[in-house]
Nanobody, 124 residues
């Protein structure tokens, strides 16, 4: 059974940093695309970044480009989302999602497996 568990959320002052983790299990961690999404109250879910196992490349939404970075530790079956220079508008529930067959990195919500999400709150 594929499982994704996010951790690392919390409350931080604007300008601060957080690192979220997405721990994966139930599939071979050599073939995947993993995306990070967020959803703020009253807003639609937004794809903010992704990583593919095919070549390790990443892709980011304009809203977070230059501030957020995605990396993976294959030995730990974990993908990270490093968030720097956080803004109040980054406040949302952050979730990771995985596709173990179609490994193209994309920001649309066409993933097979989803984590439960972790809350990030940024105050000014």
């Amino acid at each position: 059974e594929v499982q994704l568990v996010e951790s690392g959320g919390g409350t931080v002052q604007a300008g601060g940093s957080l690192r979220l983790s997405c721990a994966a299990s139930g599939f071979a961690f050599d073939r995947y695309a993993i995306g990070w999404f967020r959803q703020a109250p009253g807003k639609e879910r937004e794809g903010i970044g992704c990583i593919t196992s095919s070549d390790g490349s990443t892709y980011y939404a304009d809203s977070v480009k230059g501030r957020f970075a995605i990396s993976s530790d294959d030995a730990k079956n974990t993908v990270y989302l490093q968030m720097n220079s956080l803004k109040p508008e980054d406040t949302a529930v952050y979730s990771c999602a995985a596709d173990t067959w179609w490994t193209m990195c994309r920001l649309t919500a066409q993933y097979d497996y989803w984590g439960q999400g972790t809350q990030v709150t940024v105050y000014s």
